[in-house]
């Protein structure tokens, strides 16, 4: 069962305009959080077609963890949320809010993030900012909480003990 990936999101990147340094980082703060996990990557257009089609097939293809990374602005072609929310069965509020509100005491704009997280089946899939500063923010703040969440969605029963 493959790991994880890491989607990018972005009309520039995908036309070779620009390059992917938010997924470059997210893809290796993701190799050093997990060693030795492999890293799948992807590159979308902003799209709704071109990223449900994608994250689509990530999932049948059981990743456990799904990273987008770009297309959570208030831009006219910031879709990735609405192209999320086209897959998943269940969304992961407190995930998405943890990001808001770990990331905006150092940069107020975090909170016109409508970055979204969720589940489709046993993949979780996490929309990410597409600044490389934000992304890597965003990932390090809910960093702690994903592997207990990937053991639950992967169903596993054990709770860490509060402290």
Known sequence: M????????????FAGAQADTAG???TRLVE???????VGRG?????IEAI???LHELCHQQYRLILTVGGTGLGPRDLTPEATRQLIDREVPGLAEAMRALTAPGYPFAWLS????????????????????GAT????AILPLLPHALEIIGG???????D
């Open 2 to 13: 493959p790991g994880f990936a890491v989607v990018t999101v972005s009309d520039r990147c």
């Open 24 to 26: 470059e980082a997210v």
């Open 32 to 38: 050093q959080h997990w060693p030795g996990e492999t």
């Open 43 to 47: 590159l979308v257009p902003d799209s």
């Open 52 to 54: 449900t089609t994608l």
């Open 114 to 133: 409508r970055a979204i997280v969720g589940l489709r089946g046993t993949t979780l899939i996490v929309n990410l900012p597409g600044s490389q500063r």
């Open 137 to 140: 923010e965003c990932l390090t």
């Open 156 to 162: 596993g029963t054990t709770h860490p003990a509060a």
